[in-house]
């Protein structure tokens, strides 16, 4: 519980630095029997790998995935699951410098104090590197999921200013323009809002929406451990996120409960929602309703203007931040909420089993 | 973990449904040594007892909470801190109704989907009352916090549309107005606006905001134990709640790196930041600055309105729901809010202590 | 995880000290739809309470058990099952000498050493009736787990010299001699012994078995959570345990493997060991057979002889402990092995439901 | 909690099988600025590296230990640090045939049960190389609490019938007899023994014993973490383990009070006791003398005499284990219980930071 380690029976513990020798993940509680091979893993990284895009770091790294136990003639065993990624970009001598000072916006600081020191090279833990091993994990979990029938999809919203128009949705989009987003005409103004923040040495934020479908009534659990707490964590937990939204989210605080209360109706003999501005949650326990949920993430922090900001002995400085970066968090973000998604869902679903005495009776019974 | 306890060393297990015997808490490892009384609990409480104003139900319950375990001689043991609040005004004949359909926006038919029945009086586990284990372990968090110079103070930021002035707050009106916000002339017009929703038979929901000054630089962990993602699931996990941002939250997603980095100085010889979009933790961790979070709640689910929905058999229905419920969740939250901040600062707190091999030697050779 | 909760599904968080107010247990997890009663829990609780013969503390308790929560129209909901005994025969007056000192064989140093100070009248929360709520939560464990055809059975195989003849193994006898021994004959030969400890102002250790049948292949997992590992951590959590031995247990380490080994047989057509000296765990998951086990106790620490010991001012003294104390734990503390067995067994039942995805699969889609 | 991770704040998950590409632990927790090398913990694994004497199987491998993250300029940095050791001599021809039928005394019938299926190679993740990424964490805990001045060694006590003579005690021996025995006379004598047992086609068991110095009074907590019950779990969680003992252990059963009680005493103006029955050990807490506890293991189940087993078709058969296999375990194990009981301490002493309030405000105003 010291801070890399996600889940209760489906868990994950997360390990690596920017430029150390490797990141990896180990993933425990996986059921026995899953097919799992290391391409339906590789699929999820090079979702985030670096330098596909002018608006991603061009950082150069394959992200090639090496299952290293957990798995015996293509299936899972129920045993943990190590996945290594090794570094192959590290370029140290870029980082020298911001040994000695602290970079706005950036985790420098804060480590220096919780731990005294820091690898400094690359943002080392606080790095975006770190989140190879949630995706890796999250490859995992969305597989079990899939064999349940839950789909879980994730994609741009919003970049800066640029909004997707929800009547122009084209999933095929989302791994075919370079902001992930599912509305190419959309995209093409997002990407002419980034290059102009790129000529004025800036960045840009934006936001990340993810639906999950195919979810049966039921998961998550009252009190602290509910459904869209969970969800709140694990996509709070992804760096630079700082808001979390939950269905109509934000929208809730101005609306009357005559709007935002979702009738019951029968649909096709089954009992399901007319509406969903709870978003497939209520009281923590999913509806049976997609799960919407949405992240709202900050402009990368490494910017090439000249910033004010201190050093280690204590004195204002002026810098300037040198190096590779990505203009804009928001599109290689897409998949680790979707990962992350994944990963609180898969665990919710095991943890669900064994809420009802007669269900535990039918499965020992039988 | 089965979803009713939270904290790894400060933790809490609430129980208790709406309509049984009673509600409470068990609080465990509150450390030793820290004076309290059942007046620094029943004071907490007090902030969220029904029948307060006339945007409250008006169900007449004094919340008195006794002290079970865990103090001896006015002071913590650091053995487990045992709080009992009965029941008193329980009217079950209200809810038999109730116990065949299922009412829109509420829990019913997800507790049922999940166990298999529900205690159905007041909603039994997923009411509102629930709560009153999170306040009285929250006070207990809070006057841990205080005793290090950490403060928290939570209060209504906006009810339906109307929202306060930051320039004209004033602490004094958060205890004192029936919407507990901090500013009297917004607090009038929310008033209105709420006499307005009740003529309409319907609710309206609104945003807590919470602000924590004191923190030391150092608390929480990188990855999945940030005190960011810690604090979303605090908050989300509170019934009604849609969405949580940190510091500059929403707003991020269409800022800049230019405007939304907080510059690095010198104030008085430490280091500080001279803006907080940040809300007072970069990359998992405080820095020093205050905290800041808001929470997006939506409208009381229960309004007089007839409105569709289904019963257990199946069948498409109109009800209309009877019995005592306030109009506007928020004011009652906010003590809710500051108290799950409260235990989430504490618990990250603790959890701190271990991270510094330096520290370590110090506090054992000392 | 300040130490009073256990288990991670099937979670029980006990409280209270031996002259506070009260002392109980919260049960989270448990399944919905369990029958329950106060009487389930009560019964239990006779079989610990003091003052039912010669060999046990006159302290006269009632312990009475109430439950709070959690249950609705006879059954559990799946939310927190509450459980509340009130002490009624605290005499605070008699503890007030000890105050000052440190009993020899007792916590009271290791608590000043970890605190600070104590509570210490009657031990406060080291006495034994801390397994007031360790002995209410089994009572419900060993009712879900009756319900799938599981049986514990402990009982006292040994105090001081005298032992038990597997031979003359008669249950009845368990609940009807003062020893708790299932043999009346040696339990009469261990009342004399204890009568001459007695006289000789002295005390009795003893060793409790526990059988435990109808377990399914499957419970527990390899590595840390073995079945066998938590079942020696429940047991070396009660109070004066100091070994543990699973099946043949200390035999093991003069055994051979030839005569160790447990050959597998086909029994009506299903796989079974045809000698069980494993003691139905295999690799830290149970093999179907039952599961024995065994605890070493020591002998009660407040004896009446006079003793060395230390004050807090650090001066050596002699002491004579006054009071009223059991001159054998063991035969109370039977209940508190099958309490804590039952608790490890229900855990590791509904853990181990998320282990194969075809289990899964049928789960959700059935 | 899964089955694969160990501890609170103070962690470790360990993954990888027997015929795998590689084993590997991930530690997280580990307070930042510890000095540590590969050989810090090279050292360890070579205590139990295979192929090291004629009684330990004579496959070949290096178990070379590669740091893949965590560390910085030689120091930790308080992120996970991740270990890794390459299977290099697998042989899966070797394990072809058991692949149909269940071992006696082995794990292979239960996770079968429990899984479905089962990485029947060298017995997979139940194979005694599981124990690499214990003993790996373990070299990390022991030289954490080293740094504070905690010691811990272990050694075997007795092989079959052959057991040490305590005035005998020559800690040099340990490293240096094929027993691990600190007694080279009766290291001669067990090897002797096990000359017969292999002659016999048998295997014999023994006893570890494990001594640990200079903790500091406090660690630990009541009720179900009592460090006792920890070390318990701890080492009955290492596979072949059958019972464990703290202090006297089987022997309190047959003392008297008067005996057993440990006096305390002064001793340089501290608190002491004048004998140690208890192991160190009061409550669940550490009372500042040596803990001692000892570890029952059985003789290794792999055997090449004719055995009765069954077939994965339930069919009655003979077989005769080949491959390479240790006649005894213990010598093997000691390291392994060494780790485990390292790991448990550093935990203890991490978590009990927090249990007291005036450390808490030196900690965080000085």
């Known amino acids: 519980m010291a801070g890399s380690s996600f889940g209760t029976i489906f868990t994950l513990s997360t390990w690596g630095e920017s430029h150390g020798k490797a990141l990896g993940v180990v993933v425990d509680g996986c059921p026995a029997g899953l097919a799992l091979t290391e391409e339906d893993i590789q699929f999820y990284l090079n979702r985030r790998k670096p330098g596909q ?212 109706c029968i649909q096709n003999g089954h009992i399901k929602k007319s509406t969903n501005h709870a978003g497939g949650i209520l009281g923590g326990i999913s509806d049976g309703s997609p799960i919407l949920l949405r992240a709202h993430i900050k402009p990368t922090p490494s910017i090439f203007r000249e910033q004010d900001t201190v050093n280690k002995n204590g004195e204002e400085i002026k810098v300037q931040i040198k190096g590779r970066h990505d203009p804009v968090i928001v599109p290689r973000a897409v998949v680790v909420v979707e990962a992350m998604a994944a990963i609180t869902l898969a665990d919710a679903l095991l943890m669900n089993m064994s809420s009802r005495l007669d269900k535990i009776v039918d499965f020992y019974q039988n």
């Not at 989140?131 to 789909?151: D, F, P, Q, S």
């Open 53 to 264: 895009s002018r608006f991603a770091t061009p950082r150069k790294e394959d992200d090639c995935v090496e299952i290293l136990s957990g798995i015996f003639e293509g299936r899972t065993t129920g045993t943990p699951i190590s996945l290594l990624v090794r570094n192959t970009s590290q370029k140290s001598h870029d980082y020298s410098e911001i040994a000695g000072y602290y970079r706005p916006g950036h985790a420098d600081y804060t480590f220096d104090a919780k731990y005294g020191f820091r690898d400094y090279r690359g943002g080392g833990r606080s790095s975006g590197r770190e989140t190879i091993g949630r995706v890796a994990a999250g490859a995992i979990a969305a597989k079990l999921l899939k064999t349940l029938g839950i789909e879980i999809q994730a994609y741009t919203r919003s970049i800066g200013p640029v909004t997707i128009d929800p009547n122009a949705f084209d999933a095929s989009a989302i791994l075919e323009t370079p902001t992930a987003m599912p509305d190419r005409e959309a995209s093409k103004r997002a990407e002419a809002y980034l290059e102009n923040c790129m000529k004025d040495l800036d960045s840009a934020g934006g936001i990340v929406e993810c639906l999950i479908t195919g979810v049966p009534a039921g998961l998550g659990n009252p009190v602290f451990e509910k459904l869209d707490a969970n969800l709140a964590k694990a996509v709070m937990s992804i760096g630079a996120v700082k808001a979390v939204e939950i269905g109509d989210g934000i929208l809730c605080s101005q609306a009357n409960g005559s709007v935002n209360n979702d009738p019951f």
